[in-house]
Nanobody, 123 residues
Framework: QVQLVESGGGLVQVGGSLRLSCVAS????????MGWFRRAPGKEREFVAA????????EYAGSVKGRFTISRDNAKSTVYLQMNSLKPEDTAVYYC????????????????WGQGTQVTVSS
């Protein structure tokens, strides 16, 4: 397993931007596929974005496509989630997750999870 620590959350106004970071440590993190998920108050955790080990493959939930971008810097063992044009419905705790193989949106197949970072979008 790898250890994951998210940061970059905060309070932002509608239409604003935030960049979340997830630093991984432990095994050879550059070989892991990574995902971002979120859980809004009163709702189940949902998929946001995923990226494979090289960064050559990425996928997004329909609700964030065109507004969010997932990327990674393997030299820094860090995955990013750039969030633009934020909406109140993006308010949630955001989690990053790691998997030894690319599993995309399959929440239950991720092996490691971070503790989450809160994102609040005010109108």
């Amino acid at each position: 397993q790898v250890q994951l620590v998210e940061s970059g959350g905060g309070l932002v106004q509608v239409g604003g931007s935030l960049r979340l970071s997830c630093v991984a440590s432990g095994r050879t993190v550059s070989s892991y596929s990574m995902g971002w998920f979120r859980r809004a108050p009163g709702k189940e955790r949902e998929f946001v974005a995923a990226i494979n080990w090289s960064g050559g493959t990425a996928e997004y939930a329909g609700s964030v496509k065109g507004r969010f971008t997932i990327s990674r810097d393997n030299a820094k063992s860090t995955v990013y989630l750039q969030m633009n044009s934020l909406k109140p419905e993006d308010t949630a705790v955001y989690y990053c997750a790691a998997s030894t193989v690319y599993v995309g949106a399959s929440t239950n197949l991720y092996n490691s999870w971070g503790q989450g970072t809160q994102v609040t979008v005010s109108s």
